[in-house]
């Protein structure tokens, strides 16, 4: 479905980054690990997330419509070379009830491959269970994919598959509780700005995700100021927000993320935070893992206490 220097970029990226829409029409977005899931045949791409962070699985089974956005090389397995900036748009689905096999003889060997072999032993397998056993595979079927020539996502993009819709989505009306900032704005901005890779996203015309890179012009108490290279749709809307950095096998991540609203009026545009979150992982897989087991097991008690795995499996 999509040429061979597209293949390239989704098959060798360690991370991208994925969006969903909210129940609002606003956009979440967060950075996950593809490991170089796609068939060019079917015309699918993937990721793998835990059950013990259920909350994609949530939004994708009440909207299915995501974006993915390939938009770093560093430390992956493709040509650095190839700064095409590609965002995947389709409908996603998943298995909350995974194979076992499929997950350790096809899953497990990918994640290898970009992340180094898993750590094994009686602890370690007790340890990180909720992250690597209760792992699911998301699905998306490509609907369309626009391909940037560069990483700032400049120029018209090429389209592949299904046509864009010919304009920007409609303004949407403001949220009961006010457009302004509710979060620290000025301090959001400097940590996000800190950070190498920035991403902002909204819902378009057609109502599937968009993803586009951007750089900070300042920030203030009433908002980020921000810059895009790609066209920012005009008016007023709910959107996300996400900036990290990572290091050789996703080893010292570090992530700020914010949902929000977003106004655009000619070249200026203007982001005000309502929700923050994020993390800054150590430096070493050692205590990596044993933070990711920990959280991982947390939150997938508290899912199952809450009947939302359970859900999540009907």
């Given at each position: 479905?999509?040429?061979?220097?597209?293949?390239?970029?989704?098959?060798?990226?360690?991370?991208?980054?994925?969006?969903?829409?909210?129940?609002?029409?606003?956009?979440?977005?967060?950075?996950?690990?593809?490991?170089?899931?796609?068939?060019?045949?079917?015309?699918?791409?993937?990721?793998?997330?835990?059950l013990?962070?259920?909350?994609?699985?949530?939004?994708?089974?009440?909207?299915?419509?995501?974006?993915?956005?390939?938009?770093?090389?560093?430390?992956?397995?493709?040509?650095?070379?190839?700064?095409?900036?590609?965002?995947?748009?389709?409908?996603?689905?998943?298995?909350a009830?995974?194979?076992?096999?499929?997950?350790?003889?096809?899953?497990?060997?990918?994640?290898?491959?970009?992340?180094?072999?898993?750590?094994?032993?009686?602890?370690?397998?007790?340890?990180?269970?909720?992250?690597?056993?209760d792992?699911?595979?998301?699905?998306?079927?490509?609907?369309?994919?626009?391909?940037?020539?560069?990483?700032?996502?400049?120029?018209?993009?090429?389209?592949?598959?299904?046509?864009?819709?010919?304009g920007?989505?409609?303004?949407?009306?403001?949220p009961?509780?006010?457009t302004?900032?509710?979060?620290?704005?000025?301090?959001?901005?400097?940590?996000?700005?800190?950070?190498?890779h920035?991403?902002?996203?909204?819902?378009?015309?057609?109502?599937?995700?968009?993803?586009?890179?951007?750089?900070?012009?300042?920030?203030?108490?009433?908002?980020?100021?921000?810059?895009?290279?790609?066209?920012?749709?005009?008016?007023?809307?709910?959107?996300?927000?996400?900036?990290?950095?990572?290091?050789?096998?996703?080893?010292?991540?570090?992530?700020?993320?914010?949902?929000?609203?977003?106004?655009?009026?000619?070249?200026?545009?203007?982001?005000?935070?309502?929700?923050e979150?994020?993390?800054?992982?150590?430096?070493?897989?050692?205590?990596?893992?044993?933070?990711?087991?920990?959280?991982?097991?947390?939150?997938?008690?508290?899912?199952?206490?809450?009947?939302r795995?359970?859900?999540?499996?009907?």
């Amino acid at each position: 479905m999509w040429p061979d220097e597209v293949d390239e970029v989704i098959g060798g990226d360690l991370t991208c980054a994925v969006a969903n829409v909210t129940p609002a029409g606003g956009a979440v977005v967060t950075a996950v690990a593809p490991i170089g899931l796609r068939n060019r045949e079917s015309g699918t791409v993937g990721f793998t997330t835990s059950l013990g962070f259920g909350r994609k699985l949530e939004r994708i089974r009440d909207e299915p419509r995501i974006a993915l956005a390939y938009h770093a090389r560093e430390h992956g397995l493709g040509d650095a070379a190839n700064e095409r900036y590609v965002l995947v748009q389709g409908m996603a689905t998943f298995d909350a009830d995974p194979d076992r096999d499929f997950l350790e003889n096809e899953i497990g060997p990918r994640a290898a491959r970009f992340m180094g072999a898993p750590r094994r032993g009686l602890f370690w397998d007790r340890w990180l269970r909720a992250y690597y056993a209760d792992r699911v595979l998301v699905t998306v079927k490509v609907e369309r994919m626009l391909v940037w020539p560069d990483l700032r996502a400049s120029g018209a993009p090429e389209v592949v598959g299904a046509a864009a819709p010919d304009g920007p989505p409609a303004p949407q009306a403001p949220p009961k509780k006010g457009t302004g900032p509710r979060v620290d704005a000025a301090r959001a901005g400097r940590r996000a700005a800190g950070l190498p890779h920035r991403l902002l996203a909204y819902v378009g015309a057609d109502g599937f995700p968009l993803i586009v890179p951007f750089d900070i012009a300042g920030q203030d108490a009433d908002g980020l100021y921000l810059q895009a290279a790609a066209p920012l749709p005009p008016g007023g809307r709910r959107a996300g927000l996400v900036a990290h950095r990572y290091n050789a096998k996703l080893i010292g991540l570090e992530t700020r993320q914010h949902t929000g609203w977003l106004e655009v009026s000619g070249d200026a545009a203007r982001y005000a935070p309502h929700t923050e979150g994020g993390f800054k992982a150590p430096a070493n897989k050692t205590l990596l893992l044993l933070g990711n087991g920990y959280l991982a097991r947390k939150n997938l008690e508290k899912a199952r206490k809450e009947g939302r795995v359970r859900a999540l499996s009907r």
